[in-house]
């Protein structure tokens, strides 16, 4: 316990950009930087990130470049022995390159738990095996070899990675430097935290593990070794850490998902005139959304897109009807994929815009339905009560069966929102027009399904979620 009047010394290790956003775009280090009794140091490895901390305007809370987090400290920091260790370290791994290291545990151990997603991603074609690596999701065979099914060699190549006499320089002397009381690692299926765990088990440095996605328990490969605590979004996260990962449900703390706090917040959501000015749409016009994926996951959309921009055109869905397509944040090619359809005001094509979590907010609240393929913004629309018509077929494109989408509700973390009730599938376009139709025809219809769908996935779903997460962390650095 910190004493009183004394500072707490936090470091909160943020790998990759979707952790970065759940922390940096919520309260959440705005709330730990109001308290005044918590010194946070926000480590990530875009230097961008440091104008972002640096607008919470806390002297308390500094950034710093995970990549270099100190002063360069060379090889023989921390002595002779630590050296020699660290020399030992990188030998054996070029030694054993081939068997041991973060891809083959990833591989092993999601072949071992016969998660859906993994035989799906062993059954792809090598490029597109290359293309889900960079991902951070290893499904070539080769990574298993030898006996890819024996559980004992995993458990032995798992220690021999997660030793704890692994170290990197760096990592040590910030840990020094800043003396931390916790450290705070979100994406704990990440090789970057891996140091940063090591160097608090020699130090006796408590961790909190946040896992931030709701697939990554069944997607990401095994835990980081050396987590005390950790927080989840949801019931069902809790309960799959305690089935494949182990861990025990008093060591889990489920807070909800903080980046669905803005569901919840009063004057976030536009008003619909505001909403439908931006649009360019009249105030009273219905309209159906398009929430796009990426251009890798989503080949399929253009053609659907031009199906229902169709159907509107005919007259099918209402005369006082639009569609609004919403492409992925990421999708740089999407003006070559949607913009020759744009045709205000039957169809609206918005460009790619990162961020602007209100503005999604608003435009869940006020569609009519979504449309979509299998992703988290399916559990966005039914954070609103929004219906949503899930996508099941591949659009005009003629696709591999180890390629489909429909093959996407198979997996783990994803069957269970199908399970739900919660939305309707459409395996073609006939299926597809009728289920928009249903649903604009009743918004009430699959009602109980969203309510099942929320409390497995999304409770507590009252925008506090947030505030759970800064008290977790408070708690865990020793105050009140």
Same mark, same amino acid.
């Not at 959440?28 to 305007?57: C, F, H, M, S, W």
């Not at 990549?67 to 030992?88: E, K």
């Not at 744009?342 to 094509?349: D, E, F, G, I, S």
């Not at 069957?415 to 073609?428: D, I, K, M, T």
């Given at each position: ?269 536009? +008003?619909? %005139?505001?909403?439908? /000015?931006?649009? *360019? &749409?009249?105030?009273?016009?219905? !309209?159906?959304? @398009? ?121 783990? +973390?994803? %069957?269970?929102?199908? /399970?739900?009730? *919660? &939305?309707?599938?459409?395996?073609? !376009?006939?299926? @597809? ?48």
């Amino acid at each position: 316990m910190v004493q009183a009047g004394s500072r707490a010394r936090v470091a909160m290790v943020l790998p990759n950009s979707m952790v970065i956003r759940n922390t940096l775009e919520t309260t959440v280090l705005a709330q730990l930087a109001g308290r005044g009794d918590l010194e946070i140091a926000v480590l990530t490895p875009y230097p961008a990130n440091a104008e972002a901390v640096a607008k919470l305007g806390s002297p308390l809370v500094s950034w710093a470049d995970l990549g270099r987090p100190t002063p360069d400290p060379g090889l023989a920091y921390g002595g002779p022995v630590a050296a020699a260790a660290r020399l030992a370290q990188r030998l054996t791994a070029r030694l054993l390159r081939p068997w041991v290291g973060f891809p083959q545990l990833v591989y092993r151990f999601n072949r071992l738990r016969g998660f859906a997603g993994h035989r799906q991603k062993e059954a792809l074609p090598p490029e597109d095996r290359a293309r889900e690596a960079q991902a951070g999701n290893f499904a070539d065979p080769a990574l298993g070899r030898p006996l890819p099914d024996s559980r004992a060699l995993f458990n032995l190549l798992y220690r021999l990675h997660y030793a704890r006499w692994y170290g990197e320089p760096m990592v040590e002397a910030f840990c020094d430097r800043f003396r931390p009381d916790l450290i705070v690692l979100h994406h704990l299926q990440n090789e970057m935290v891996r140091p940063w765990a090591n160097a608090a088990r020699r130090r006796g440095i408590p961790v909190l593990g946040v896992v931030g996605s709701w697939d990554q328990p069944t997607t990401k490969g095994p835990l980081v070794a050396g987590v005390d605590r950790f927080l989840v979004q949801s019931r069902r996260m809790r309960e799959e850490l305690a089935l494949y990962h182990g861990v025990p449900e008093e060591r889990v703390e489920v807070t909800g998902w903080p980046q669905m706090d803005v569901y919840r917040q009063s004057g976030v959501i536009a +008003h619909r %005139a505001e909403l439908t /000015a931006e649009l *360019g &749409l009249p105030v009273d016009r219905r !309209f159906i959304l @398009l929430g796009a994926n990426s251009a890798r996951l989503g080949a399929h959309e253009p053609s659907i897109a031009a199906f229902l921009a169709e159907r509107l055109a005919a007259g099918d869905f209402g005369a006082d009807c639009s569609l609004v397509i919403r492409p992925h944040p990421k999708d740089g090619a999407w003006g070559q994929r949607f913009g020759h359809l744009h045709a205000p005001p039957l169809v609206v094509v918005l460009p790619a815009d990162l961020g602007r979590l209100h503005f999604l907010a608003s435009l869940l609240s006020h569609a009519a339905l979504l449309v979509a393929s299998s992703g988290s913004i399916c559990l966005d629309a039914m954070a609103l009560d929004t219906c949503a018509v899930n996508l099941a077929f591949d659009g005009d494109l003629s696709v591999p069966h180890a390629r489909k989408a429909s093959r996407w509700l198979e997996l783990d +973390h994803y %069957a269970p929102v199908v /399970a739900s009730g *919660g &939305l309707r599938l459409a395996e073609g !376009f006939p299926e @597809l027009a009728q289920a928009v139709r249903a649903y604009l025809d009743d918004p009430s219809l699959d009602a109980e399904g969203r309510v099942r769908c929320r409390a497995e996935q999304l409770e507590p779903l009252d925008g506090q979620s947030s505030r759970r997460v800064a008290q977790a962390i408070a708690r865990m650095a020793g105050l009140s």
